[in-house]
């Protein structure tokens, strides 16, 4: 099936309609993916609806091959150009074909700029949950009442224009929703969970607004991985980087469903060195006895301290951890000799890392250690395409233990990524010290299922403190937890103040290195979840 939309040669037509044939419909919806941190998530939520949904390259889909597959709507993306600065990629021709087209951000600015309103730099930035406005008595927003909470992450505003009508405005932003013609935009991003009728906005544009009538029900998706994964790999041997995390944890599920529970083709790798305090003991409960299975553990702690010896910051420590990283799992590839080597990346993974769909610039927000290694052998990602709520779906669908699902997601650098400044075999110490006791708190609490992700960081902040009526210098460990349910967007996690309070006195009382706790309030964005 086609993927992502280049141009409407012969070949692409003939996918199309056969992808047609099989949805029994004649309807067919363009994205233009211009680079958001988002977009596959626009791309999910028209699979939800049911409605047939295509990626298209910005930089070479014209005007022209839109006018041969005639979609029943578009929708452009946000991204992180400017439309004054830098341009899009994008032939704006296509705004003139009559062609129902709703803009989210940037692609509610470029089509804004193409027909003649101003689109400048905002002197108040908007990011985070605010409230629209809601104008006009639109089919946009069919349903909603006057206002409703959306995620905003934007520093670009539209000024008020003759030729546009006005749907939504925000504290901060005059035209946070607008419509000319055809055309529709808005400035927040309806396709995260924050947006509160985000699903809502796409049905309506697709069923009010474009007269959409076909629904496709969703294929079992965790068969068709299955499937496919039993098709690539056939008879030779796979290894996998498990870290016992949730999406690690579902890959290997799914191998173990396409290969066979009596195959004896797996090995899985987990590298310790720079690892949380119960991951290796939740690796080795829960796989360290399965027939199909071999599990390997790699001590690469001297490793992983070396390399970081020097680096300071955050995207160098990454860059060096990935080296030891790759390392590790070519050595036991060889080993092993396997023709696969599998890992849990998911999508956010490689958005984040600078890595999507084709055609347009796309931020590297850090890079991480799972993407973009160039292996001696062919990768398995069956998680690429899936955010995290997809995977833990996947995950419950092949029976994978509930426990694995809801444990906090391994930060890929692991501790290094919790450890400000350079990572000595001291301060990582610590921060497994000061990790393990904040995770015990809050499962004692029952406080550990209730946040999606949670962390304790080592900062390069020291401060005077007085322990047994002396007077010191102590390290700063800063605390945080978040809601989310994919990880593209995150709410940080009001834990109750006596909880932290408890927290805070067990670190600095059991931890002789530690002089003061902290506690960070910021969401994502504009914050990322883990500190570095």
């Given at each position: 099936m086609l993927t992502i939309l280049k141009n409407s040669n012969e070949e692409s037509i003939r996918q199309i309609d056969e992808e047609k044939k099989i949805r029994n419909t004649n309807e067919l919806f363009i994205l233009f993916a211009l680079g958001s941190q988002f977009d596959h998530l626009i791309k999910l939520a028209f699979e939800k609806l049911g409605v047939f949904c295509l990626v298209a390259d910005p930089r070479s889909v014209t005007s022209d091959d839109i006018k041969k597959i005639n979609p029943t709507g578009i929708i452009l993306s946000g991204g992180p150009a400017s439309v004054y600065d830098e341009g899009v990629p994008f032939d704006t021709k296509i705004f003139d074909l009559g062609i129902p087209t709703l803009g989210v951000c940037l692609g509610f600015q470029l089509w804004a700029h193409y027909i003649g309103a101003k689109v400048l730099g905002a002197n108040k930035r908007e990011f985070g949950v605010h409230t629209l406005h809601i104008q006009n008595n639109d089919s946009l927003f069919k349903g909603f009442g006057n206002t409703t909470r959306v995620l905003e992450s934007h520093g670009d505003r539209i000024e008020p224009y003759e030729k546009f009508e006005v749907l939504g405005t925000t504290d901060d932003a005059p035209i946070s929703a607008g419509k000319y013609k055809h055309l529709y935009g808005v400035q927040f991003h309806p396709e995260t969970t924050e947006s509160e009728n985000g699903i809502k906005i796409f049905e309506n544009f697709c069923f009010e607004i474009c007269k959409a009538v076909d629904r496709f029900p969703a294929e079992n998706i965790a068969e068709k991985k299955i499937k496919e994964i039993k098709e690539i790999v056939g008879d030779k041997k796979v290894l996998i980087a498990l870290s016992g995390g949730c999406d690690s944890s579902v890959v290997a599920g799914l191998i173990r469903n396409a290969l066979g529970e009596m195959s004896g083709r797996v090995m899985a790798i987990y590298i310790k060195g720079i690892d949380r305090p119960d991951d290796e003991k939740t690796v080795m409960d829960n796989f360290g006895n399965e027939s199909w299975l071999q599990v390997k553990i790699i001590d690469a702690t001297n490793q992983f301290l070396e390399v970081l010896k020097g680096k300071v910051t955050m995207p160098e420590k990454r860059l060096a951890m990935r080296e030891v990283y790759k390392e590790v799992l070519e050595q036991e590839i060889k080993e092993f000799d396997a023709s696969f080597i599998a890992q849990g990346t998911l999508y956010t993974d490689l958005s984040e890392s600078g890595v999507g769909h084709d055609g347009a610039r796309r931020a590297q927000i850090k890079l991480h250690h799972n993407t973009n290694l160039q292996f001696s052998v062919p990768e398995l990602m069956p998680l690429a395409d899936c955010v995290k709520d997809g995977a833990r779906d996947i995950g419950r669908a092949i029976g994978v233990k509930e426990e694995l699902l809801v444990r906090h997601p391994f930060p890929g650098p692991g501790l290094v990524v919790r450890i400000e400044g350079e990572v000595t075999k001291e301060n990582l110490v610590i921060a497994r010290q000061?990790?393990?006791?904040?995770?015990?708190?809050?499962?004692?609490?029952?406080?550990?299922?209730?946040?999606?992700?949670?962390?304790?960081?080592?900062?390069?902040?020291?401060?005077?403190?007085?322990?047994?009526?002396?007077?010191?210098?102590?390290?700063?460990?800063?605390?945080?937890?978040?809601?989310?349910?994919?990880?593209?967007?995150?709410?940080?996690?009001?834990?109750?103040?006596?909880?932290?309070?408890?927290?805070?006195?067990?670190?600095?009382?059991?931890?002789?290195?530690?002089?003061?706790?902290?506690?960070?309030?910021?969401?994502?964005?504009?914050?990322?979840?883990?500190?570095?």
């Open positions: 000061i990790d393990g006791i904040y995770v015990e708190e809050l499962r004692k609490a029952k406080l550990y299922e209730t946040v999606w992700q949670a962390g304790a960081v080592v900062t390069n902040s020291m401060i005077t403190c007085t322990k047994g009526d002396d007077a010191s210098q102590g390290v700063v460990v800063a605390l945080w937890a978040v809601w989310s349910v994919n990880g593209f967007t995150a709410q940080f996690a009001e834990l109750p103040y006596e909880f932290l309070r408890k927290v805070s006195q067990r670190i600095t009382n059991e931890v002789r290195a530690v002089g003061a706790v902290t506690y960070r309030i910021s969401d994502k964005p504009p914050s990322t979840i883990e500190w570095g």
